[in-house]
């Protein structure tokens, strides 16, 4: 068998293992687009505040893909895959045969669309070489924006913040992390996020970037101005996945996949970001752009590869599992944090302590679908098992789900019965 996984990164460094373990004597070729070996995306801000040093940003050396006998295309892109003919189309012209491929190809991130968007020191962060362009561009600089309420932008601001400039970010929404949060528990984030050097304004958006040369200043849809030295943009992600277009896989936001991780083109599977598969907790598809969910799709689908039927293993769902740390603020959401607020099925439970301890958990039908731990983020993974188990009977120890000392041992005999395979 030929297999050709496309994506260097979480999803088809996972794949590259579970695949190579699975069939020894496979023929896999790995493609990417950026050069290089594997290094993580999510260090990426760290590496930008100084806190890693960029050595500690690869996952792995040239050695490991020698070790496992993958033959390593870097440095070009796949742009097509022929019809009726499992055929790989790369951007140097090479034509790749494949028996089974994993599209691996992650995500990008948005960018705005405003005058001046395109300017010198307009950045994106989602590469190694994007984390080292910002890192020149805020030697010597005071001032920056960072416009987007989300996770990664505000990993952005935190690394200029650390690196000693004043930050202002632009934010549309009324809320920070408006997809993952209902608005009580990302006000007590904003609350807690208040601190000399960082300034939010909510429900303002980026009308066009200034500059002679280079962006020197943002001006927003209410005529503010705020001069600067350089712009991150932290405006979600897109799906890589323009490069399918007419190849009988079928795209929603990301490839569409089933259980198996199977697109709808016979011999052809998607892992990561650059995907669509089921969410355990909302229960339908989407795409949860994150490590953890990449990891495991890409496990799964390596293992599907291999096997005779190319459907060995079924994978249980994503995810959303999303985490900030930044000073003393500790945040951990899992799930449907925030569900539709006319729907009866769903039912929140919260306990607050001031703005030190908040903790939310959201049942759906009596089943817990979503959780948010602000402050004492301990008994995340308590919570975390429960939603994974979508076992029900919970919801009358709601008020034990939300004490600070829930762990498992408090609850070892109802948890060991919830969390026993089926
Ligand atoms: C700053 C930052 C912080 C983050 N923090 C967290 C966090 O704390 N927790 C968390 O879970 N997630 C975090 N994430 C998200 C996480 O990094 C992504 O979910 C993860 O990288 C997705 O992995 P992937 O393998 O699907 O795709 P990617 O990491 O996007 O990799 C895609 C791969 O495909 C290649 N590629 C793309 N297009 C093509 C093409 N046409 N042809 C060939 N190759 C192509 C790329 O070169 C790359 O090798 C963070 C992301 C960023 C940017």
Same mark, same amino acid.
């Given at each position: ?21 699975? %069939?020894?004597? #496979?023929?896999?070729? @790995?493609?990417? $687009? ?5 290094? *993580?995306?999510? =260090?990426? &801000? ?109 990993? %952005?601001?935190? #690394?200029?913040?650390? @690196?000693?400039? $004043? ?5 549309? *929404?009324?809320? =920070?992390? &408006? ?109 949860? %752009? ?131 395979? %089926?």
């Amino acid at each position: 068998m030929r297999y050709v996984i496309v994506g260097n990164s979480a999803a088809g460094l996972a794949a590259v293992e579970s695949l190579r373990a699975a %069939a020894p004597g #496979a023929e896999i070729t @790995l493609v990417a $687009a950026e050069e290089g070996p594997a290094y *993580s995306r999510v =260090l990426t &801000s760290c590496y930008l505040a100084g806190q890693v040093p960029e050595e500690r940003l690869f996952l792995v050396d040239e050695g490991f893909y020698r070790s496992r006998n993958v033959e390593t295309l870097f440095g070009r892109a796949a742009v097509g895959l022929a019809a009726g003919e499992n055929l790989l189309l790369l951007s140097d012209g090479t034509q790749l045969a494949f028996d089974r491929l994993l599209v691996a190809t992650g995500a990008s991130p948005q960018r705005l669309t405003v005058p001046g968007a395109d300017l010198p020191r307009v950045f994106t962060l989602r590469t190694r070489a994007d984390a080292e362009a910002i890192r020149q561009a805020a030697r010597g600089a005071q001032r920056a924006v960072v416009v987007g309420g989300g996770m990664v932008a505000l990993k %952005a601001a935190e #690394a200029l913040c650390a @690196l000693g400039l $004043a930050v202002t970010m632009v934010v549309s *929404s009324p809320r =920070l992390l &408006s997809q993952l949060l209902d608005p009580a528990t990302a006000d007590l984030v904003l609350h807690r996020l208040e601190q000399p050097g960082l300034t939010v304004l909510l429900r303002e958006n980026v009308a066009e970037i200034q500059g002679d040369g280079r962006a020197a200043q943002v001006v927003t849809d209410r005529g503010r101005e705020l001069p600067c030295d350089l712009v991150v943009v932290g405006k979600g992600v897109r799906p890589n996945v323009e490069w399918l277009g007419g190849s009988g896989v079928a795209v929603n936001r990301g490839a569409l996949v089933d259980e198996r991780l199977r697109t709808s083109r016979p011999g052809v599977y998607a892992a990561g970001d650059a995907a669509e598969t089921w969410d355990a907790a909302w229960e339908e598809r989407r795409v949860n %752009a994150l490590w953890s969910n990449a990891v495991e799709q890409g496990r799964v689908a390596g293992l599907n590869l291999a096997s005779p039927s190319g459907a060995s293993l079924a994978y249980p769902g994503s995810l959303a599992e999303n985490s900030l740390h930044w000073g003393d603020l500790s945040l951990i959401a899992v799930g449907c944090v925030h569900p539709p607020a006319d729907d009866p099925r769903y039912r929140v439970y919260t306990r607050q302590d001031g703005d030190r301890f908040y903790r939310r958990l959201v049942f759906r039908e009596g089943r817990l679908v979503g959780a948010a731990l602000l402050g004492d983020v301990r008994g995340a993974g308590v919570l975390r098992s429960l939603i994974r188990s979508a076992a029900g009977g919970w919801e009358e120890r709601a008020a034990d789900l939300l004490s600070p000392s829930l762990s498992y041992g408090r609850l070892y005999r109802h948890l060991a019965a919830a969390l026993r395979p %089926a």
